[in-house]
């Protein structure tokens, strides 16, 4: 491991110590469940005490980069912007209109995802969305599950568009948007309607990721997130 003069004071050595650890871990080409040096290993070689490395651990392990567990070693994390899923999850407990600017967001983000997922989706992913469009069309009246199934489905998507980042942001953003799905279903029962609109918006979606046509797939997605926020904006009521 690399080893440069070190800033003075524990809260900056940690910092640094920390983001040499990081850097090792991209070094080696650490990956998920890989074990990083014990804490005396690290204490040695960075010149810093183990207390000083264990609050490195923790600012790694807050940011989702490590996994720290008893009496065992530390190991690399699946990357996750745990950060960004905080900061999402206060925005939207902090002001309840938020959710027109997440909608916002989707349309950006989805949108474009369609699009790419068009173009890179496999046989056996389009196979999985059709079991998940199935499952919804049995779960009828039971609005819990067809929110998971939403989830589901729109996540597949992205996945399928091959973009790490626009699938770390969707799954950063995931209790936001199950209160977001949860919220709207509310106000379509309320509203005396059914799912059926965005059970056929979802079938467009599919046929049209199958076609491989990626202006299209966008059409549809952004066709659906639109009437999404025609719903929470109410503007179907005016």
Request: charged residues 30%; aromatic residues 4%; without cysteine.
């Amino acid at each position: 491991m690399d080893t440069e003069a070190l800033p003075r004071g524990r809260a900056l050595l940690g910092t640094r110590v920390a983001g040499l650890i990081t850097e090792h871990i991209r070094k080696e080409g650490l990956a998920e469940g890989d074990e990083l040096p014990s804490e005396a290993r690290l204490a040695e070689e960075y010149g810093v005490s183990q207390r000083v490395v264990r609050d490195a651990f923790r600012a790694l392990s807050q940011q989702g980069v490590i996994r720290t567990r008893q009496g065992k070693r530390a190991v690399v994390s699946e990357l996750r912007p745990v950060a960004v899923h905080s900061y999402f999850r206060l925005a939207m407990e902090a002001d309840g209109s938020a959710i027109d600017e997440l909608v916002e967001m989707r349309l950006a983000l989805e949108t474009k995802a369609a699009g790419l997922a068009a173009t890179r989706i496999t046989e056996r992913e389009l196979e999985a969305l059709r079991g998940l469009l199935a499952e919804a069309d049995q779960a009828g009246a039971d609005l819990h599950r067809r929110v998971e199934l939403d989830l589901a489905f729109h996540l597949g998507i992205v996945k399928a568009a091959r973009n790490r980042f626009f699938t770390a942001v969707l799954e950063a953003l995931s209790d936001v948007l199950a209160t977001e799905r949860e919220k709207g279903k509310e106000l379509t029962e309320f509203l005396g309607e059914t799912h059926a609109e965005s059970d056929a918006e979802h079938q467009a979606l599919l046929l049209g990721l199958g076609t491989r046509d990626a202006a299209l797939a966008e059409q549809q997605m952004r066709t659906h997130l639109e009437r999404v926020q025609r719903t929470f904006r109410g503007d179907d009521l005016a």
